[in-house]
C-alpha cells in the first residue's frame, strides 16, 4: 500500500506554547545513558497502562532491525517532500541504503485508549497524553503509576537520528469497541511561514480538524505490518518505532546520526532492563510481573540466569525481605508515620558480578548500594553508601517505600523529570522534612552497618581485613 499520510505542522497557539526543541530539554541531563533513560520510561509507561490492576503480568519487548527493500521503501512512504524538507533530519535518515529501527511493544496493556484530540474532555487520556500532551498529571485511572507524561516522552526522540517515531497502537476506543490506530510524530526546528508560526512538531496521519489524527482500524494495522512492526493481532498494547535509532544523539536538533552497533545497543538495553527493572522480572511466588525479550534482526538476545548472579541474589533476598512483617521500618515519629522497610546485606564477588557490557554505557554497578524503590516497583535510584575496602566483599540491599498512597505521593513529588533520584531539597513544608528524615535515616543506618573495617592480624601477623568479612558472610 502506497500511502502518504497527511502531514500537520503545529502551530504556535497565540498564548504561546513548548518548541520542539524544548521537548527534547524538559529530561535536563539525567546521570545516566539515553539507554537507561529510554529503557526506564518505556518499562514505566507500559506497566502503568497493564489491563489489570491487580494482578497478573505484561509483555514488553524491544526489537532492532535493518530496514532494507519493501519494509524501508513503505516507511519513505509514509512521508511527503514538503514534510521532508521541515524534517531535514528524517530526511537524511530515510535516504540511506538502510535505517537501523527499534520498536518497543508491550501487550497485555491497555494501549493509547481514549479521545485523539486534546480539547476533548472525555477520558481515559492515554493517546492525547502521550502523542499531544507535555507534563500532564496522570489520571485516577493510573493510580500507583510512576509521574507525569510528557518530560519522559523525550527519551524515545532523542535516540532517534530523525527525532521521529512511528506509533502503532490498539485499544478500546469511547464505544467500548476494540480500534487500531496509526500515527507520526516528529520534532524539527521551529520556524515560520511569513504568516504563521510553528513550534516544530509535526504529525503525521489523516486529515482533522487543525491537526493530523491517526489513521484507524485495519489500514492502520496494514501500514504497521508493511514496515514490519506492530501490536500483534488479538491484542491490546502499544508499538513504537524510533526511526534511526542513535543512543548518541543529544538534546538538541543538531546532526546525531553516530554510528553505532545496533546488537551491542540491544545488549546493553537488555542489561539495563534487567538493572532497572528487576523486581518486575523476578518470581516471588505469582510468576514474574513482566515477561520481557529483546531481539536482534528476530533473533533473541540473552542474558542467561542472571536470578542467580551473587549480586542479584543478594539484592531479591534483602527486597523479599521488606515484605516479612519483622522488616526494618524507617518511621517518622514526628508524625507517626511509617516510611518503609529497609534490608541489606554483605556478598561475596565472583567474575561473573556483572552481566557483561554495563562498561559501555558507564553504569556503576551497585556493588555498595542501596536500592530506592517505590509504588511501581522499580528502581529509582542505587543510592551508594560506605565502600569496603577487601575487593573480593559487597555489599547492596534495598529501601522499600511505604506502599500507603499519601507516602507515596511524597517520595514522587521528590523525583525530577526523569525520575531517577529523590531530591528533598526541591520540596517545601512537611514533603521536604518526610523525604530528608528517610534519606538521612537510609544514610545513618549504611554507616552504622558498613563502617570502618574491623581489622584482624593472622598467625603470620599479616593484616587480614577479608578474613574479618568472611566470618560476618559466614556466621
Not at 73 to 82: G, K, P, Q, Y
Not at 214 to 237: H, M, N, R, S
Not at 378 to 384: G, R
Amino acid at each position: 500500500m502506497k500511502a502518504r499520510l497527511y502531514h500537520s505542522a503545529e502551530v504556535v497557539p497565540d498564548a504561546g506554547g513548548l518548541s520542539a526543541n524544548g521537548v527534547l530539554k524538559l529530561l535536563g541531563q539525567p546521570p545516566f545513558s539515553p539507554i537507561t533513560l529510554l529503557v526506564r520510561e518505556a518499562v514505566q509507561n507500559s506497566w502503568d497502562a497493564r489491563i489489570d490492576r491487580d494482578e497478573g503480568s505484561i509483555h514488553f519487548e524491544i526489537h532492532g532491525q535493518k530496514l532494507v527493500g519493501s519494509r524501508l521503501e513503505s516507511l519513505r512512504n509514509l512521508f511527503d517532500s514538503t514534510a521532508l524538507s521541515q524534517l531535514p533530519h528524517l530526511s537524511d535518515v530515510l535516504l540511506q541504503d538502510s535505517v537501523e529501527v527499534v520498536e518497543i511493544l508491550d501487550y497485555g496493556t491497555v494501549g493509547l485508549n481514549g479521545p485523539i484530540i486534546a480539547s476533548d474532555p472525555r477520558g481515559p487520556r492515554r493517546f492525547v497524553n502521550f502523542i499531544r500532551n507535555i507534563g500532564v498529571e496522570k489520571g485516577a485511572d493510573e493510580a500507583g503509576s510512576g509521574g507525569t507524561y510528557g518530560f519522559g516522552k523525550g527519551s524515545y526522540y532523542r535516540v532517534s537520528a530523525g527525532h521521529t517515531i512511528v506509533i502503532h497502537t490498539r485499544t478500546r476506543n469511547l464505544e467500548g469497541n476494540p480500534e487500531s490506530r496509526l500515527i507520526c510524530a516528529g520534532l524539527g526546528n521551529a520556524f515560520n511561514d511569513g504568516t504563521r508560526s510553528y513550534t516544530g512538531r509535526h504529525f503525521f496521519g489523516i486529515e482533522g480538524v487543525n491537526t493530523a489524527n491517526p489513521v484507524i482500524g485495519k489500514v492502520a494495522d496494514q501500514l504497521a505490518a508493511e514496515i514490519g512492526f506492530g501490536v500483534p493481532e488479538g491484542e491490546t498494547g502499544t508499538s513504537i518505532l524510533i526511526i534511526g535509532f542513535s543512543p548518541g544523539s543529544s538534546d538538541e536538533l543538531d546532526d546525531s546520526t553516530q554510528a553505532i552497533d545496533l546488537e551491542l545497543s540491544l545488549s546493553c538495553m537488555l542489561e539495563q532492563l534487567v538493572w532497572q527493572c528487576w523486581p518486575k522480572l523476578v518470581d516471588l511466588g505469582g510468576g514474574p510481573e513482566i515477561i520481557f525479550q529483546v531481539s536482534y534482526e528476530g533473533r533473541a538476545l540473552e542474558v542467561g540466569e542472571w536470578e542467580q548472579l551473587p549480586i542479584f541474589k543478594n539484592l531479591i533476598e534483602q527486597y523479599s525481605k521488606c515484605f516479612e512483617s519483622d522488616a526494618k521500618k524507617i518511621s517518622y515519629k514526628v508524625q507517626k508515620l511509617e516510611l518503609g522497610s529497609f534490608a541489606t546485606d554483605k556478598f561475596l564477588k565472583t567474575s561473573d558480578t556483572v552481566l557483561g557490557n554495563e562498561g559501555v554505557i558507564g553504569f556503576e554497578i551497585p556493588t555498595h548500594h542501596i536500592a530506592l524503590i517505590r509504588a511501581p516497583h522499580l528502581v529509582v535510584k542505587y543510592h551508594p553508601g560506605p565502600e569496603l575496602s577487601a575487593p573480593e566483599i559487597a555489599w547492596n540491599g534495598v529501601f522499600l517505600a511505604s506502599d500507603d498512597p499519601e507516602i507515596d505521593r511524597v517520595f514522587a513529588s521528590a523525583e525530577p523529570p526523569s525520575h531517577d533520584d529523590w531530591i528533598y531539597r526541591n520540596l517545601q513544608g512537611r514533603n521536604k522534612h518526610i523525604v530528608r528524615h528517610a534519606m538521612t535515616k537510609i544514610d545513618e543506618a549504611l554507616r552504622n552497618s558498613y563502617k570502618e573495617d574491623h581489622v584482624i592480624v593472622d598467625s603470620n601477623g599479616e593484616v587480614s581485613i577479608l578474613s574479618s568479612l568472611l566470618g560476618d558472610l559466614l556466621g
